[in-house]
């Protein structure tokens, strides 16, 4: 069956360090694959997005990977600080209805 | 540039009760969706419209959920009748291209 998996423990990392975030899936071949925040009581707000023929992404203090051999996803936001706590979620595209991960919860401590 | 809007904020309804949600989009944006997050959980596609026709709707519950959306602009969301496992946050979001912009979502509490 078709698995999108994100760590679902708490990621704590103190300030001014690397976060680094998982999204692993199943039986997808995503046309391309989205990360965006989500805040408590907010809706999910889009960061960035990378597609199947790209191995990285960058924004500012955000990089993606993105891995089709391995399935795999990786999420860092460098530098991170206290305001960078919050819930990421991936999401995959493709020839089917958009699926997102359940998220993981990012906690940077001062 | 307005974000998309939704309403109510919050609803508190008994079981077997209806409710309906609004949303309106950003302006200009052909496709519309409605989410379902369950508490710890990621957004849950459950309908998809572009301008007014269904696109998608294999994870709406019909026997109990409608949606609609009128002239390709704002849209309706209803439950009827409500179940404890309805409870969660009922999110819209809308897009032109890839990436959808998310309103703040309405929180669903079935008692």
């Known amino acids: 069956s078709q698995k999108i998996e994100q760590n679902s423990e708490a990621l704590n990392i103190q300030e001014g360090k690397t976060a680094t975030l998982t999204c692993n899936y199943t039986?997808?071949?995503?046309?391309?694959l989205q990360w965006y925040r989500q805040d408590p009581g907010r809706g999910p707000v889009f960061l960035l997005l990378?597609?199947?023929?790209?191995k990285e992404k960058r924004k500012e203090r955000l990089k993606v990977t993105f891995d089709t051999t391995l399935k795999q996803s990786l999420f860092h936001i460098t530098a991170s600080q206290p305001a960078d706590s919050a819930t990421y979620l991936c999401?995959?595209?493709?020839?089917?209805?958009?699926?997102f991960g359940r998220g993981t919860s990012l906690i940077v401590h001062p | 540039e307005a974000g998309v809007a939704q309403s109510p904020r919050y609803k508190i309804i008994e079981k077997r009760q209806s409710v309906a949600f609004w949303c309106n989009p950003i302006?200009?944006?052909?496709?519309l969706y409605w989410y379902q997050q369950i508490l710890g959980q990621g957004p849950k596609l459950l309908i998809q419209?572009?301008?007014?026709?269904?696109?998608?709707d294999s994870q709406l519950p019909k026997d109990r959920f409608s949606a609609e959306r009128l002239k390709g602009v704002d849209s309706t969301l209803k439950i009827q009748p409500a179940k404890l496992e309805d409870s969660a946050v009922y999110l819209c979001?809308?897009?032109?291209?890839?990436?959808?912009?998310f309103g703040q979502g309405t929180r669903l509490t079935v008692v």
């Open positions: 979001a809308s897009s032109l291209g890839a990436e959808a912009f």
């Open positions: 039986n997808y071949s995503p046309a391309y």
């Open positions: 990378i597609r199947e023929n790209e």
């Open positions: 999401a995959l595209r493709g020839s089917y209805i958009p699926t």
């Open positions: 302006s200009g944006h052909a496709t």
């Open positions: 419209f572009q301008n007014n026709g269904v696109v998608d």
